[in-house]
């Protein structure tokens, strides 16, 4: 079992920044690839950026190509989205999930485990 524990959502004015946090524990964190995902009423869950469990490889969504960056820290067992650039539309419930795999899976249904979830808003 792996648990996941979002942080850093809030409210940000369009062009600012966020950082968002996701706390793993239960299981090596090394085996498991990280996604983030965000979900706003009326639309299906949405890929936003993931990466491997050795960190060497990321995939993103088109729409946050060059303005979100993920990462992670293996001795803090914690996965990161930087979060530059946003826009209005970049508002949703951001969650964080987790797969023991390499590659990092772009479909939310090849996820195990997820997050509560963040809110994050960006005002225009």
């Known amino acids: 079992q792996v648990q996941l524990v979002e942080s850093g959502g809030g409210l940000v004015q369009a062009g600012g920044s966020l950082r968002l946090s996701c706390a793993a524990s239960g299981r090596t964190f090394s085996n498991y690839a990280m996604g983030w995902f965000r979900h706003t009423p009326g639309k299906e869950r949405e890929f936003v950026t993931a990466?491997?469990?050795?960190?060497?490889?990321?995939a993103h969504a088109d729409s946050v190509k060059g303005r979100f960056t993920i990462s992670r820290d293996y001795a803090k067992n914690t996965v990161y989205l930087q979060m530059n650039s946003l826009k209005p539309e970049d508002t949703a419930i951001y969650y964080c999930a987790a797969v023991e795999a390499q590659f990092p899976p772009t479909f939310a249904r090849r996820y195990d485990y997820w997050g509560q979830g963040t809110q994050v808003t960006v005002s225009s």
């Open positions: 990466i491997s469990g050795d960190g060497t490889n990321t």
